[in-house]
């Protein structure tokens, strides 16, 4: 199971600061926490594992974090922290800097260097994701990242916002995804983090050919990903939109083994495949579906639907489990 939720509700109120220092001790980093609300810390922790690299999102209320020299000795699993903040204010210092974030902000920490950390969450919301990933899988030195510690990076806009548009969509699609898709999601997810990096320190010079190839792939990912619903969503949009060239587009799809057009159709039909196995979607008629995901012609959408997995999308839709199992195509992510 890819996805683990957890709450300090389940136990009383007296032990529930306790409880959630147990839990983000395993989860995350073992630390010195302290709370004005200890007495009934109401918390909750989802993680979405994706091997090596971790999502989380994260609910509580006052929360001081201390990270020491000693705990470092006795625990570090070398990794870099990637806070995503939601709401509330939030205060960070490390490497020397000392800095404040606000909502839609996002800032790196290295669990090899002594920080300390305030926040003053939002109550009933989450209060920030965490990308955890170690130090090794980002292909930048740790002499270049040492400079973008506890600097804010804004989530609002560019990149950033691209990169916490890809984090929030992870969370809230968290209980969809399989096994099969760890690749996936952790490729784009690590690729999009280079990319933001590199940006914020004007180093994307830094990047290796490949890793820039991966980091201009993920950003178009990205961007196809927010944008399957528009009819207008062409292979000459997303060129431009890159400010590369049509040519330079396919040439980059070619690689995998596909063509923009195709891609962007097959992307299309896997959204509508999963819409129309969602037994909560079933009162959804087949148009809207197809319509949601930039098919704006039911009789073409129903031909391209039958081409790709060899039933027509009424009939997909009425299927049990037991008979997609048989089929060889699956019927759900």
């Not at 909750?44 to 971790?54: A, H, I, K, P, W």
């Not at 922290?81 to 800097?97: D, P």
């Not at 201009?216 to 590369?244: C, F, M, S």
Request: some cysteine; proline content about 6%.
């Amino acid at each position: 199971m890819l996805v683990t939720d957890f709450s300090t509700e389940v136990v009383a109120a007296p032990e529930r600061f306790a409880l959630f220092e147990e839990v983000a001790a395993g989860s995350h980093l073992r630390n010195r926490l302290r709370s004005d609300d200890r007495e009934d810390f109401r918390a909750r922790v989802r993680v979405l594992d994706l091997g090596e690299l971790q999502v989380s999102a994260l609910s509580f209320p006052h929360l001081e974090i201390t990270r020491t020299a000693k705990t470092i000795r006795q625990s570090d699993p070398e990794v870099y922290m990637v806070n995503y903040i939601f709401g509330g204010g939030a205060g960070f210092a490390q490497a020397g800097k000392d800095t404040t974030l606000r909502a839609g902000d996002l800032m790196v920490l290295d669990s090899s260097r002594p920080f300390d950390a305030h926040r003053h969450a939002v109550r009933e919301s989450w209060s920030q994701l965490t990308v955890q990933l170690p130090h090794t899988l980002l292909p930048l030195p740790e002499k270049t990242m040492r400079g973008l510690l506890a600097v804010p990076i804004s989530g609002r806009g560019g990149m950033g916002g691209v990169f916490a548009r890809w984090l929030a969509d992870l969370d809230a699609r968290a209980e969809e995804f399989t096994p099969a898709d760890i690749p996936t999601l952790a490729s784009v997810t690590l690729d999009l983090l280079t990319a933001v990096v590199a940006r914020c320190l004007e180093a994307e010079e830094a990047l290796n050919p490949e890793a820039r190839r991966s980091a201009l792939r993920a950003r178009i990912n990205a961007y196809v990903e927010q944008r399957l619903g528009d009819p207008a969503l062409t292979p000459r949009t997303i060129a431009d939109a890159h400010h590369i060239s049509l040519r330079h587009l396919q040439q980059l799809l070619a690689e995998d083994g596909t063509s923009p057009a195709a891609w962007i159709r097959h992307r299309r039909l896997e959204r509508c495949r999963h819409d129309l196995a969602d037994p909560r979607l079933s009162a959804r008629p087949v148009q809207a579906v197809a319509e949601r995901w930039g098919f704006v012609n039911l009789a073409h959408f129903s031909r391209l639907f039958r081409d790709a997995y060899g039933i027509p999308p009424r009939d997909y839709r009425t299927l049990s489990p037991k008979t997609c199992a048989n089929r060889q195509q699956p019927c759900a992510d």
